[in-house]
């Protein structure tokens, strides 16, 4: 009982973490809008975050002596590493096809479970991450602008990786018996995160004006202050302390393929607030990507294994069960909210919240 109740705790939670990383999108395409560039909006939105949490830092000091790796592994991976490749690859590529390869991260993930950790997978979990990928090929309407640049598509690739280090970081330690406390690693995350943007947004050239004034969401005027605090307590603080807390409850592979629905909430959003109506083959894919979540996160073994099983949800990546936790960071990775459009993909460009303002 004890199990399964954890297990329907971090869903939920998975589900808040895409649903806030989901929104991302849709308050800052607004921001571009009025005149802030794409990066500056990302730098914003992580010291931002970082600011927030910087008394969670000072109260989880000790995880500098205790777990520097980990502390920088998460801020360069899972903070800057999914933002600096995700942007450098859709200046070269489609963002359709950038986010399609960028959430390849669950299927990369089940790869680093069943080669690298030597776990077995279930099939369930691998056929809701296959379904997972072609619904969220049809959200983003990937054939609308394909272009080959190998340059742009192994920067996705990075991207994937960088997911994939998020998932897999979030998880770590959760099995040990002094855990790292995930809202101490999420707020050294982004405070390591916001220095490594820093020298790369330049910030200090930033139009600082355009936050003082209203952006135009859909022909509706909104203070830029209130999206800009909509991006950094909901898409960015809560998106990544229900994320991380439910890649412990859940495993990363779970919470990966949950994480699609990212790119789903984000196109729907897009379509009740700003007017970018769906198609009917985002429709249809956004459908098949729920049914992948749902078939991904309800694969339980039948029978008891002798070790954790990736994908049964049981317990952690790492065996933690229903255990405990900490903060969040990723039920669905970090996000990747695009910015350029790709013609036909309604809202594609807002899909990833972990990789895009």
């Known amino acids: 009982m004890h ?30 809008e009025a005149g802030l ?6 730098w914003l939105r992580v010291a931002g975050a970082a600011l927030v949490m910087l008394p969670v830092a000072w109260r989880h000091r000790d ?56 776990r077995p997978v279930t099939r369930a979990a691998a056929l809701g991450v296959v379904l997972a990928a072609g619904g969220l090929a049809c959200v983003v309407q990937v054939w609308s602008g394909l272009t080959f640049d ?8 990075a991207a ?11 998880d770590q330690g959760a099995d040990e018996a002094e855990q790292a406390d995930p ?35 859909d022909g509706t005027s909104v203070p830029a202050w209130l999206l800009l605090g909509w991006i950094v307590l909901i898409a960015t603080v809560l998106a990544y302390v229900t994320g991380v807390i439910s890649v412990r409850r859940l495993s990363p592979q779970v919470a990966g393929v949950v994480a699609c629905l990212e790119a789903v909430i984000a196109t729907v959003l897009a379509w009740i607030l700003l007017g970018e109506h769906l198609g009917a083959p985002q429709i249809i894919g956004g459908a098949v990507v729920l049914v992948g979540a749902f078939i991904a996160q309800s694969s339980t073994p039948k029978a008891p294994a002798a070790g954790p099983v990736a994908g049964s949800g ?3 990546g790492s065996g933690s069960g229903a255990a405990g936790v ?27 919240g972990r990789t895009a303002p």
Not at 93 to 110: K, R
Not at 150 to 157: E, I, K, P, Q, Y
Not at 187 to 193: C, K, P, R, S, V
């Open 326 to 352: 900490g903060p969040d960071a990723a039920g669905a990775g970090s996000g990747a909210d695009g910015l350029g459009s790709v013609p036909g993909a309604a809202g594609a460009e807002l899909s990833a």
């Open 183 to 217: 809202l101490g690693v999420i707020a050294y995350g982004l405070l390591i995160g916001a220095l490594v943007l820093t020298a790369v947004a330049r910030p200090w050239s930033m139009d600082w004006g355009v936050l003082g004034g209203r952006a135009d969401m």
């Open 37 to 42: 560039d794409p990066l500056h909006v990302v």
């Open 314 to 316: 049981s317990g952690s």
């Open 160 to 170: 994937a990786c960088c997911q994939v280090g998020y998932f897999v970081l979030s």
């Open 150 to 157: 190998l340059v742009g598509l192994l920067l996705a690739l």
């Open 63 to 118: 995880l500098l002596r205790r777990k520097p790796a980990l502390l920088v592994g998460f801020g360069l991976l899972a903070v800057a590493g999914v933002q600096a490749c995700y942007f450098a690859a859709i200046s070269r590529i489609p963002v359709g096809v950038a986010l399609l390869i960028e959430y390849l991260a669950p299927a990369l993930v089940l790869g680093w479970v069943r080669f690298v950790q030597r």
């Open 3 to 32: 199990a399964s109740q954890g297990r329907s705790a971090g869903l939920g939670l998975a589900l808040a973490s895409a649903f806030a990383f989901g929104g991302s999108g849709v308050a800052a395409k607004p921001l571009i």
